[in-house]
T-cell receptor, first 114, second 113 residues
Framework: DVKVTQSSRYLVKRTGEKVFLECVQDMDHENMFWYRQDPGLGLRLIYF???????EKGDIPEGYSVSREKKERFSLILESASTNQTSMYLCASSPAGTSDTEAFFGQGTRLTVV | KNQVEQSPQSLIILEGKNCTLQ??????????LRWYKQDTGRGPVSLTI?????NTKSNGRYTATLDADTKQSSLHITASQLSDSASYIC????????????FGSGTRLLVRP
């Protein structure tokens, strides 16, 4: 079974803190993604990576950065957390290939910025 | 306006009853459509995938339909169980260089005993 593991289920951080969200997958997938999920808005893509050290901006990259130093690990960084970044964050991975490949999701990290 | 619209936003049904969830999309060009189930506090898990040429696909008590002409899909749940309580998300893959996933905002289903 594919496993995508996010380091924390729940996080509470203060405004202005630098926040790291970690994601690890164990299936040697090339593609990794970070989404945020807010009520009524669905999942929105923040950043994705299709190879080690490669990254591409998604739909809402402002206020975020990412790091992919190893194939299995994709980190999301909030440079200076703000209250409007309170959200559920979901990491996903998928193998390279055609559009029919499935994205596998982690269990999510619920981040609250106070 | 969202490119993938789902209805209803939420739904409550009694255990054992059937229900149908709707998904309308405007994504173009279209590659495929997936339905995901997301249990509370968990990540989404894929239920079905349909490409342009497929108009129905089943996975146990879940049956998805697709009308690529009208750009509509539905997910029918038969003989609902308490464990069906979850959010159901319609996801359309755009056929471009990155095969971008476009997510609907989901339908939250509650199955009551």
């Amino acid at each position: 079974d594919v496993k995508v593991t996010q380091s924390s289920r729940y996080l509470v951080k203060r405004t202005g803190e630098k926040v790291f969200l970690e994601c690890v997958q164990d299936m040697d997938h090339e593609n990794m993604f970070w989404y945020r999920q807010d009520p009524g808005l669905g999942l929105r893509l923040i950043y994705f990576s299709y190879d080690v050290k490669m990254k591409e901006k998604g739909d809402i990259p402002e206020g975020y950065s990412v790091s992919r130093e190893k194939k299995e690990r994709f980190s999301l960084i909030l440079e200076s957390a703000s209250t409007n970044q309170t959200s559920m964050y979901l990491c996903a991975s998928s193998p390279a290939g055609t559009s029919d490949t499935e994205a596998f999701f982690g269990q999510g990290t619920r981040l609250t910025v106070v | 306006k969202n490119q993938v619209e789902q209805s209803p936003q939420s739904l409550i049904i009694l255990e054992g009853k059937n229900c149908t969830l709707q998904c309308n999309y405007t994504v173009s060009p279209f590659s495929n459509l997936r339905w995901y189930k997301q249990d509370t506090g968990r990540g989404p898990v894929s239920l079905t995938i349909m490409t342009f040429s497929e108009n129905t696909k089943s996975n146990g008590r879940y049956t998805a339909t697709l009308d690529a002409d009208t750009k509509q899909s539905s997910l029918h749940i038969t003989a609902s169980q308490l464990s069906d309580s979850a959010s159901y998300i319609c996801v359309v893959t755009k056929m471009d260089s990155s095969y971008k996933l476009i997510f609907g905002s989901g339908t939250r289903l509650l199955v009551r005993p």
